[in-house]
């Protein structure tokens, strides 16, 4: 069977339920502008934002919060995660050293694909994103830079357009 067909049989899977976060030391839920176009486009996808948290950049406290809620047990039913911020070069930025130590399968195609789509956009200065995607305890991973153009770019030209069909393939496997 073709990606293609895959796809295809994806797109006939259950909606997802995602748990968006938003990394920032500045933002609060009433102006965080890109975890509420990330949760806008999930649900017109049809699929269910089953939480949100604003979080500061700080290491353990994404990595408590990404244990906690990917662990088999929990009571919140959650498929993927999707975080914006902390991607960059700043020292703050941690996002990424964070989720490759906790990843059971790196999506490098994520990432590559991210700067590519960013270079079009705003030129040699998409070396400095460190977007990256995995795969945690069953659940799908996504870590995109916090600004707006971003967080489209992401959302329209890679996620919502495969995470049904990262899903389906990662599900196969999971009893």
């Avoid at 609060?28 to 999930?42: C, H, M, P, Q, V």
């Avoid at 088999?72 to 039913?77: G, I, M, N, S, T």
């Avoid at 971003?150 to 009893?175: C, F, P, Q, R």
Wanted: net charge negative; with cysteine; hydrophobic share 35%.
């Amino acid at each position: 069977m073709g990606h293609l067909e895959h796809k295809e049989d994806a797109k006939a899977n259950k909606p997802l339920n995602v748990y968006v976060v938003t990394l920032s030391d500045t933002r609060r839920e009433n102006n965080d502008e890109s975890g509420k176009y990330i949760r806008e486009r999930l649900i017109s996808f049809s699929h269910n934002v089953s939480g949100y948290s604003i979080i500061k950049d700080d290491k353990d406290l994404l990595e408590g919060l990404v244990v906690k809620i990917c662990l088999p047990d929990v009571k919140l039913p959650i498929d993927a995660v999707i975080i914006n911020g902390g991607t960059g070069v700043s020292f703050k930025d941690m996002t990424y050293e964070t989720l490759r130590d906790i990843y059971d399968k790196e999506l490098y195609g994520f990432g590559e694909l991210f700067r590519s789509l960013s270079y079009k956009e705003i030129g040699s200065s998409s070396i400095m994103s460190r977007a990256s995607a995995g795969i945690y305890n069953g659940k799908i991973i996504f870590s995109v830079p916090g600004s707006m153009n971003a967080v489209k770019l992401a959302m329209e030209n890679i996620i919502l357009g495969e995470i049904g069909h990262i899903y389906y393939e990662i599900s196969k496997h999971l009893t």
